[in-house]
């Protein structure tokens, strides 16, 4: 049953990306922000996390770009690939919208700030273990 659930919750996730309500929900914008939010990617690395596209992430990195959301930039060791990473205003539109999606979850499921905390716990433990299957 748990394999089911954390199926489910893949798939019910993607869904939630076509469905995008002001940032209220997970956007492929606001996974791209997470994913470079302490790291630089390039283009082959969030291609392969986002499960999309290379020309679906150009677009999206152009129009966040655009927005001042990430940045490219050179990596020392080959100057011609590039990389991108979370700019200041990113970090500030990033942080928004898990706020929003935060305050969404806990009042759809209609949760106190105990059980969100608890919530939160055990999603923690999943994550680490799901990270650690390989």
Known sequence: ??????L????????????????AIISQKMRLLYL?????????????????????????????IADGLIEKMRVERDLRSVHYKITDKGTVEL??????????VAKQLGLNDKEVQKG???LETAIDFLNGIE
């Open 95 to 104: 942080n928004n919208m898990i706020a929003q999606l935060n305050e969404s």
């Open 8 to 23: 489910a919750l893949n798939v019910t996730t993607r869904k939630l990306c076509k469905n995008c309500d002001n940032g």
């Open 120 to 122: 939160e716990k055990k």
């Open 36 to 64: 470079v939010r302490n790291d630089v990617l390039s283009p082959k690395e969030l291609v392969n996390e986002l499960c999309i596209a290379k020309p679906n992430l150009t677009i999206l990195a152009r129009d966040m």
């Open 1 to 6: 049953m748990l394999a089911e659930q954390i």
